[in-house]
């Protein structure tokens, strides 16, 4: 794309509005507006420190556990992972993920949150199954949405405690920019770029989440001891 040549005081003001305009709503199957963002270094994840609580979210008891799931909730900065403390369970492991509203910076939201979960070395994407989803599922959730129950269960060992990581968070803080057209800084060509002015759906407009940007969620557990999620 032609390099946009801008005033010194205009670049500044699009820098401001880049950090500090609100995100908007997209076609969250659209996949070609997921991008992997700039790469960073991730230092091992901590365990759980903010509120754990044990809420009894089941619909049903199918299960022989007696006790409430799990939830962990939680809120991070920009690429921080968080683990579970230790979690005994033996023959069971579900989980499901729930977006919760700190998405974003102090100025403004974003809608949709990706996540990735994680026990040992098997990795997994939770999916949302709102209007508009494929069959499989959106692999990003609005702010609120719950996800599908993911079952890990074949990839425990019985009696061995486990830790779920929670990690690679994504958003679409970036999808939407006004007035239009707008204007974003490109790194890959350092220079700024106009967005599309039809839905703003410029390729990459979902990045991973910026180091001052918070995301979080809540993580609902289900094991054998406990009742379904």
């Not at 800084?185 to 839905?199: A, F, I, R």
Request: proline fraction near 7%.
């Amino acid at each position: 794309m032609k390099t946009t040549k801008l005033p010194i005081v205009t670049i500044m003001i699009f820098a401001s509005a880049v950090l500090f305009n609100a995100c908007g709503k997209t076609k969250r199957a659209d996949t070609s507006l997921d991008s992997a963002g700039g790469s960073s270094v991730v230092t091992p994840p901590p365990t759980f420190t903010s509120t754990f609580t044990s809420t009894n979210t089941s619909t049903s008891t199918n299960t022989s556990g007696g006790q409430p799931p799990y939830s962990f909730e939680f809120t991070k900065m920009g690429n921080e992972a968080v683990a579970t403390s230790n979690i005994a369970t033996d023959n069971v492991l579900k989980v499901k993920f729930r977006v919760t509203a700190e998405q974003g910076n102090s100025y403004h939201q974003a809608t949709e949150l990706k996540v990735t979960i994680a026990i040992g070395g098997t990795e997994v994407t939770p999916k949302y199954a709102a209007s508009g989803c494929p069959s499989q599922g959106c692999e990003f959730g609005y702010v609120g949405e719950t996800s599908q129950v993911i079952d890990l269960s074949n990839y425990i060992t019985p009696g061995v405690p486990v830790n779920i990581v929670v990690k690679n968070p994504k958003n679409d803080f970036y999808c939407t920019y006004a007035p239009n057209p707008f204007y974003y800084y490109d790194y890959g060509t350092y220079s700024y770029q106009p967005v599309n002015s039809l839905y703003n759906q410029y390729p990459g407009c979902r990045k991973a989440v910026h180091s001052t940007h918070k995301w979080g969620g809540v993580l609902y557990v289900q094991t054998s001891a406990t009742s379904s999620i």
